[in-house]
Every structure is written in C-alpha cells, then in structure tokens.
C-alpha cells in the first residue's frame, strides 16, 4: 500500500518552523525583525515562543500585530454579512409609498433580520409608521377635526348636490305630475349609475348613511337642505341650497325642529 503525502501542509509547517527557528537564532543579534509580514497563525506562533522576559518589546510588538489582523477579520467578516446590496435599501425606500408600502415594509424588515443588518430594519419600520402617520392625519383632519378645510370642502360639494337634487325634483315633476313624496322615492326612479347624490354629503359617521333633509310643503313647492355635521336639523351648520327661481323650491323655508 502507498503511503501518500500532503505537501501543502507539510510546507507550510517548514515555513512556521523556520519562522521560528529564524526568530530563535536571532534572539541573541542587534537586528530588528519585521513582524508585520508574518501571517496571523506565524504570529501566534511567534508569540508562543518567544522570551518575553527577555524581549518585551518584541512580545508586545507581536501582541498588538495580532489584535490588529484579528480585528480587521472580524471586520471583514461583519461587512460581509451585513451587505444586503442595493435592492436592499431600494425596497426599503419603497416601504414610504403611502399604503402599499406597507408591503415593501415588511419585507425589508425581514429582509434586515435575516441579513443582520439593523439599518434596513430601521428603514422598513420608518416607511411603514409614514403610512401609519399620513392616514391617521387624514382620518383625524377628515373626520374628527371640525370646522377645518375638509369641512369646508364637504360644505361645498352639498351645495353642488343639492343643486343637483333640486334638478332631478323638478324632472320628476314633469314626468310624473307631482314632486316625489320622499327622496328615497326620487332615488328609486333615477336611472343606473345616475350623476344625482342624494346622500347627505357633511355627514362623516360612515356607519349611518343619511339623505338630505326633504319636506313637500305643498303640491307646488318643496324644501331641501343638508343637515350639517352635526347631522341635526335647524342647527347653524345646516347647509341649505342656491336659490333658483320659478321651480318650487323655497330655499329659505323654516323648518321646525324635529320634524
């Protein structure tokens, strides 16, 4: 049977050893020896079998090489493992598109567990709290907010509807010889996908969908109005409708509380 040799590590082991016996010999001369082109094992090496007693200066020399080479593969080794590339950070950035980039969110924070790298869990957290932030300003300013811009916004498109509403009241008239009795009577008659709103416009509670105050004061005149935020009827934000003349409404009709 052949015996077979590793003469990689077997060189390599003359190399150390000669290291060492070049450091040994020259224990006892003037001359300075370059440590820093040793490799980090010839270091350890070095320091195992040196007379730190008698060379401390070279003791600690050796000591600091090897806290540097370590240091530096620690480093590398971290760099290395934290480096999530470019795509990384380009989902991350997506995660502040308002909504969907809640997904994109997500992913780079799982992305960042995986990877180790803190910066793209940070960065997946901040997109998806922007979002958080926008809606729930848009839902506070929209909905509980009062007298603001979108109050006034809501104000103006009743008025617009009701224009609207006044229009179609008086079509039905014609087609029908009478004013509809109920605007849920004037909806049923309206065509699909008609341009007529009829559903009360200020009203934020999204839970109670309410139509426009209508009343038939008699078989030629009629009152419509919206009932403001406060969703009551004769209160100061009541929004009542343009004045149109010759058709039967009466824009400026008092209407009794509660009725």
């Not at 390599?12 to 040994?24: D, E, F, L, M, S």
């Not at 090489?65 to 290395?80: A, F, G, N, P, Y």
């Not at 799982?110 to 979002?131: D, M």
């Amino acid at each position: 049977m052949g015996i077979h040799l590793d003469w990689s590590n077997l060189i390599n082991a003359q190399g150390v050893y000669r290291n060492v016996i070049n450091h040994r010999s020259s224990s006892g001369m003037d001359s300075t020896i370059d440590y820093s082109k040793y490799t980090l094992d010839e270091l350890i090496d070095v320091r195992e079998n040196i007379d730190k007693d008698s060379y401390p200066d070279r003791f600690n020399e050796v000591n600091r090489l090897i806290t540097e080479l370590m240091l530096d593969k620690k480093q590398s080794v971290e760099s290395s493992s934290d480096s999530t590339g470019c795509l990384g950070y380009v989902i991350g950035g997506m995660s502040f598109i308002p909504l969907i980039g809640v997904l994109f969110g997500i992913i780079a924070i799982i992305w960042g567990f995986k990877a180790k790298n803190s910066k793209l869990k940070y960065v997946g957290s901040a997109g998806i709290l922007f979002t958080v932030i926008l809606y729930g300003s848009l839902g506070y300013f929209g909905f509980v907010q009062e007298d603001g811009i979108y109050d006034e916004l809501r104000a103006t498109m009743a008025k617009t509807q009701l224009t609207g509403a006044v229009q179609a009241i008086e079509f039905y008239k014609v087609q029908n010889g009478q004013y509809p009795d109920s605007l849920e009577t004037l909806q049923k008659s309206q065509p699909e996908n008609s341009m007529v709103f009829l559903h009360d416009s200020t009203q934020v509670n999204i839970d109670e969908i309410k139509l426009y105050y209508y009343k038939v004061i008699n078989e030629n005149s009629y009152h419509i109005r919206s009932y403001g935020r406060d969703g009551l009827i004769n209160t100061r934000d009541d929004i009542l409708p343009t004045p149109i003349e010759n058709v039967g409404l009466i824009a400026d009709y008092q209407v009794v509380s509660g009725l």
